[in-house]
């Protein structure tokens, strides 16, 4: 299997890569075992969660924190909008009382003109995410 270093980092990796971000939630134990088995046979060792783990690390993050890695400026911005919303109303700082729709519409998303396009497009003025 071909190598690949990242970056200046000396780290080498596989340049076949496997995505473990659905083990645990979509993909079961054992399905996720016959992935893990299939992917070390085939002489990879790219993997996320791998690559998450020595990311957060060099960073300076404390052990366990995580990340997603994605392909792209819009792909990013748009996970970073959801999981924004997704964590608002789970420390619930929105009003339980009102129905979900009503509760986005008090949203706001404050970026400069300068923003990725895929922001604005997004989130118009007068908009939500």
């Known amino acids: 299997m071909q190598e690949r270093q990242v970056g200046h980092s000396g780290l080498r990796v596989s340049r076949l890569g496997l995505g473990t971000m659905t083990f645990g939630s979509q ?7 016959e992935q893990l088995d299939a992917f070390l046979d085939a002489g990879g060792t790219l993997i996320e969660r791998r ?5 957060t690390g060099r960073i300076g993050f404390a052990d366990g924190a995580d990340g997603v890695f994605t392909s792209g400026g819009t792909q990013s911005n748009l996970q970073a909008l959801l999981m924004a919303r997704g964590e608002t109303f789970l420390r619930g700082h929105v009003d339980p009382g009102l129905a979900y729709n009503e509760s986005l519409s008090r949203f706001r998303v404050f970026c400069s003109r300068d923003a990725h396009f895929s922001v604005q497009k997004r989130c118009p003025p007068s908009s939500t995410p």
């Open 27 to 33: 993909v079961d134990e054992v399905e996720a075992e």
């Open 51 to 55: 690559l998450v783990d020595w990311t």
